[in-house]
């Protein structure tokens, strides 16, 4: 019935608008539900709650839409994410979780649904998502900076959780709960490979803004810039699986 | 609160954006009180002096076992929830006042959150919806401030307290709210904050008594909250430039 409502209202305004080219990057949301009902339903739930069919059966939930609570953001703790931070979601998929990368589909395809999946939640009408955490370039891995990453990852205690050696191992990784009271372990930094995204800057982008809904925080208030690419390095050292070859100077930025 | 205006802003959006804005605004209509909270100047106001007693004997309670840091932490920490004294006066009480829409102003110093010990403090205490807490901590180890929305567990922000001395400042919520406090890498450490959205309010202390000051002459309901104990609400009247005696009592749990 609200959309009759809209579609009125928007009639209105498209008369007073006229010609203006409104709306060029965000998705249609009617085309969004067909997506997402082919594609995205059976993991997300037809409310959009995490519990379609197929959710019985992973440890790692797929995400309830319904508090706009995303975890791999460009945006500070406690922002919504934009949209172009859900686009590199889809793009990348999620590593080692059941969410597959969606690159199969266009373009616009994944701008409908991104449309669509903000439906669920009204903090999206509500609330502006604030701007981006700035990523200045990568100044390219070497030894010295991994050396210093190594100082900077025992002087901000990431330890705690992730284990001295990066393991996932800490003191305080035992009975971790996400908002969904779904138990999860801190990540495996030894691994080779973050959920989302393998590039340094994806790197970079986690502790920075931190996972939201989940025990892994923001270090954006107390890491300077320069610390944390050395932290990056340092993660990158733990395995060989990690893609390190982000020469100095190549464009920063968390998209 | 983000209102109208810029729910009328997004018109230029598209179908259901504005759809989107339309159902959302009705939730907040619904939500909110009828009336919003007005800033005034109280010339004539009055004070309401109280205390707060938990009826009957507290419950025996345990020490809370510290089951990491402990080098730090120490082996037990003493369990905080029910704080009383001799006469039974109950700590961590939130105090507040019910249907009040006009009067002072919010207050300017900024709330305080510190981790300290391996403990929140306060434990409990009012604030008013997008006022700024200060979190600091004084302790060596790592601590993370992660509040949630205390009815949908909705992460409010997560922020590291890396290492002693360190403070952040962030804004509370633009919507009342009962928020709970968690620290994830100590996960006996909680603390709650009740937002509301008006100034009159406080917590009791060590002795059960607290004082609102500055109330617009007129009739109430007084409410108390605390996390184990339950709620409880008196009427109270405020007469001007008078203080007013209250006392309210909550049952042990
Ligand atoms: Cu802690």
């Given amino acids: ?255 | 609160m983000v209102n109208a205006m810029s729910a009328g802003g997004r018109l230029h959006g598209r179908v259901a954006r504005v759809g989107i804005a339309i159902v959302a605004l009705t939730a907040l209509v619904a939500m909110r009180p009828v009336r919003a909270y007005e800033v005034a100047t109280v010339t004539n106001g009055g004070s309401i002096e109280g205390v707060v007693t938990l009826s009957g004997s507290a419950p025996a309670t345990t020490p809370i076992k510290v089951t990491k840091n402990q080098d730090y932490c120490g082996q037990a920490i003493p369990d905080p929830v029910y704080t009383v004294d001799g006469s039974g006066g109950l700590a961590n009480v939130i105090v507040f006042l019910k249907d009040i829409t006009k009067g002072k102003a919010a207050p300017t110093e900024p709330l305080a959150l510190v981790n300290s010990k391996c403990m929140f403090s306060p434990r409990a205490q009012g604030a008013m919806v997008s006022e700024q807490v200060k979190i600091s901590s004084e302790d060596t180890v790592l601590h993370n401030t992660h509040p949630q929305n205390a009815d949908t567990n909705a992460t409010i922000f997560n922020v590291a307290l890396p290492f002693k001395g360190f403070s952040v400042t962030k804004p509370l919520p633009s919507m009342p709210m009962m928020i709970k406090v968690k620290c994830d890498a100590h996960e006996w450490m909680h603390a709650w904050i009740m937002e509301l959205d008006h100034p009159y309010y406080a917590t009791t202390g060590a002795d059960g008594h607290f004082t609102i000051k500055d109330v617009p002459p007129g009739t109430y309901t007084l409410a108390v909250w605390h996390e184990a104990a339950g709620a409880n609400t008196a009427p109270v009247t405020v007469a001007a430039g008078q203080t007013t005696k209250s006392k309210i009592t909550l049952a042990a749990k």
């Fill in chain 1, 1 to 255: 019935m609200f959309y009759r409502v809209a579609q009125s209202i928007l009639l209105l305004v498209g008369a007073l608008l006229a010609g203006s080219a409104v709306a060029a990057n965000t998705g249609d949301v009617k085309t969004g539900k067909l997506v997402y009902e082919r594609y995205c339903l059976s993991c997300h739930g037809a409310q959009g709650n995490g519990q379609g069919e197929a959710a019985e059966y992973m440890s790692i939930k797929p995400r309830d839409y319904r508090q706009g609570t995303y975890k791999w953001r460009s945006t500070p703790s406690g922002s919504l994410p934009l949209d172009s931070d859900l686009e590199h979601t889809l793009l990348n998929g999620l590593y080692g979780t059941y969410m597959p990368t969606w690159r199969a589909l266009d373009e616009r395809s994944r701008r409908d649904v991104i449309a669509y999946i903000k439906t669920f939640s009204p903090r999206f009408g509500t609330e502006k998502p604030q701007d981006p955490i700035i990523i200045p370039p990568d100044p390219g891995y070497s030894v010295a900076s991994v050396a210093r990453g190594d100082a900077v990852y025992k002087k901000y205690n990431c330890a705690q959780c992730h284990g001295a050696g990066g393991q996932g191992d800490g003191p305080s990784a035992h009975e971790l709960k996400d908002d969904w009271g779904n138990g999860l372990v801190p990540y495996d930094l030894t691994k080779g490979h973050v959920k989302c995204g393998d590039k340094s800057t994806d790197i970079y982008r986690v502790f920075m803004s931190g996972l939201a809904g989940t025990p892994m925080p923001t270090f954006a208030d107390s890491l300077s810039p320069v610390d944390a690419w050395d932290l990056v390095h340092f993660i990158q050292s733990l395995s060989p699986l990690y893609a390190k070859n982000m020469a100095s100077g190549e464009t920063g930025g968390a998209r």
